[in-house]
């Protein structure tokens, strides 16, 4: 072999080397740019699926708190109108209580002017009466009352409760 020969070869292999080189170099480039790639896909997945949860958390948490919320709005109104009621009952109480002892107070002064056990019994029966009277009235009256304000409390419940069985598919109310 001449030395131009050997030459020539030793050119024809460096330059098959070089491309297989530069083909090996393009190969290992191509797939780090594709491993490069399936990584940002993946990580950009993760994140919208991360995104994603954290929103219907979210989303969860707020309607829970307003559930709670408008529970506890319910509830407070509830005992609002059950504490008016409350005051509204003693006052009342207290009104009857005083016209009462009034009442009695006359009644007695009455008897004791009576001149005759006759007539002394004849007031005092027109009295039971009208007592028996005044009672049913302020027993009808308290009847009354108590059914209003059973009621007026039960009825924020009553909303709040017939709104989550809509909400959940739960029996209504009657």
Same mark, same amino acid.
């Given at each position: 072999?001449?030395?131009?020969?050997?030459?020539?070869?030793?050119?024809?292999?460096?330059?098959? +080397?070089?491309? @297989?080189?530069?083909?090996? %170099?393009?190969?290992?480039?191509?797939?780090?740019?594709?491993?490069?790639?399936? !990584?940002? @896909?993946?990580?950009?997945?993760? %994140? =919208?699926? !991360?995104?994603?949860?954290? %929103?219907?958390?979210?989303? /969860? $948490?707020?309607? *829970?708190?307003?559930?709670?919320?408008?529970? #506890?709005?319910?509830?407070?109104?509830?005992?609002?109108?059950?504490? +008016?009621?409350?005051?509204?009952?003693?006052? =009342?109480?207290?009104?009857?209580?005083?016209?009462?002892?009034?009442?009695?107070?006359? =009644?007695?002064?009455?008897?004791?002017?009576?001149? @005759?056990?006759?007539?002394? $019994?004849?007031?005092? @029966?027109?009295?039971?009466? /009208?007592? #028996?009277?005044?009672?049913?009235?302020?027993?009808?009256?308290?009847?009354?009352?108590?059914?209003?304000?059973?009621? =007026? *409390?039960?009825?924020?419940?009553?909303?709040? #409760?017939?709104? *989550?069985?809509?909400?959940?598919?739960?029996? %209504?109310?009657?």
């Amino acid at each position: 072999m001449t030395k131009a020969t050997a030459s020539k070869t030793t050119a024809n292999a460096k330059t098959t +080397e070089n491309a @297989t080189f530069k083909a090996a %170099q393009e190969t290992v480039e191509q797939a780090a740019k594709t491993a490069q790639e399936t !990584v940002q @896909t993946a990580t950009k997945a993760a %994140q =919208d699926s !991360v995104k994603q949860a954290t %929103q219907e958390a979210t989303k /969860g $948490f707020e309607k *829970v708190t307003a559930f709670n919320k408008a529970n #506890y709005e319910a509830l407070v109104a509830s005992s609002k109108i059950a504490a +008016e009621t409350a005051q509204s009952v003693n006052a =009342d109480f207290v009104e009857t209580t005083k016209a009462a002892v009034e009442k009695n107070v006359a =009644d007695v002064k009455t008897l004791f002017a009576a001149k @005759t056990p006759a007539e002394f $019994f004849e007031l005092q @029966t027109s009295m039971l009466k /009208g007592r #028996y009277d005044d009672f049913v009235a302020e027993a009808t009256k308290f009847n009354e009352a108590a059914t209003k304000t059973t009621n =007026d *409390v039960v009825a924020p419940l009553k909303a709040r #409760y017939e709104a *989550v069985a809509e909400e959940f598919n739960l029996p %209504q109310a009657k």
